[in-house]
T-cell receptor, first 113, second 114 residues
Framework: AQSVTQPDIHITVSEGASLELRCNYS??????LFWYVQSPGQGLQLLLK??????LVQGIKGFEAEFKRSQSSFNLRKPSVHWSDAAEYFC???????????FGAGTTVTVRA | EAQVTQNPRYLITVTGKKLTVTCSQN?????MSWYRQDPGLGLRQIYYSMNVEVTDKGDVPEGYKVSRKEKRNFPLILESPSPNQTSLYFCASRGLAGGSYEQYFGPGTRLTVT
């Protein structure tokens, strides 16, 4: 069975500082991995995805993520956060067809001035 | 504008009173799905549909029904709502051609069952 663990429930970061959100997955085959962001009162928006190839993937809004098969991880990073990055972030894993995505519990990011 | 819409956005109801949450997409997507979001649990899939008249259970289908009579619409039906169905519900859609794996999410429906 597939599953996703996001170890950090809540992270507070200063504006301009770097951000890293952790994601560990469990999946029997080659995983398809996603990061979504949910701003307050909004639906989910895809930040980036990994299917194959280069293990460092670039997404929207200046985010990137690195797939590490040996660690079963897909951590999300941003070098310098902006106040608008305050949101909840979800990691998800699924098969190639993503018909049954499994989401992590989410990490809430607070940005302080 | 490409979008997924849900109605209503907020709903308070009582136990046992049947309700329907509508979902509509204007992107001609074959695949549509319903999720519920609960604190500390992330999003869990309720039902999904690969195309018209093709639906299947997700991880938490108990107490819910769906139908897919038209490609653009995928309503979620709660025949007899109970307080444990109080949650935030999201509808999503995705095209199945062209190798795009992005699901587009609606704005959410916050349901409270008393």
């Amino acid at each position: 069975a597939q599953s996703v663990t996001q170890p950090d429930i809540h992270i507070t970061v200063s504006e301009g500082a770097s951000l890293e959100l952790r994601c560990n997955y469990s999946y029997g085959a080659t995983p398809y991995l996603f990061w979504y962001v949910q701003s307050p009162g909004q639906g989910l928006q895809l930040l980036l995805k990994y299917f194959s190839g280069d293990t460092l993937v670039q997404g929207i809004k200046g985010f990137e993520a690195e797939f590490k098969r040996s660690q079963s991880s897909f951590n999300l990073r941003k070098p310098s956060v902006h106040w608008s990055d305050a949101a909840e972030y979800f990691c998800a894993v699924g098969p190639s067809n993503d018909y049954k995505l499994s989401f992590g519990a989410g990490t809430t990011v607070t940005v302080r001035a | 504008e490409a979008q997924v819409t849900q109605n209503p956005r907020y709903l308070i109801t009582v136990t046992g009173k049947k309700l329907t949450v509508t979902c509509s997409q204007n992107m001609n997507h074959e695949y549509m799905s319903w999720y519920r979001q609960d604190p500390g649990l992330g999003l869990r899939q309720i039902y999904y549909s690969m195309n018209v008249e093709v639906t299947d259970k997700g991880d938490v289908p108990e107490g819910y029904k769906v139908s897919r009579k038209e490609k653009r619409n995928f309503p979620l039906i709660l025949e007899s709502p109970s307080p444990n169905q109080t949650s935030l519900y999201f509808c999503a859609s995705r095209g199945l051609a062209g190798g795009s794996y992005e699901q587009y999410f609606g704005p959410g429906t916050r349901l409270t069952v008393t």
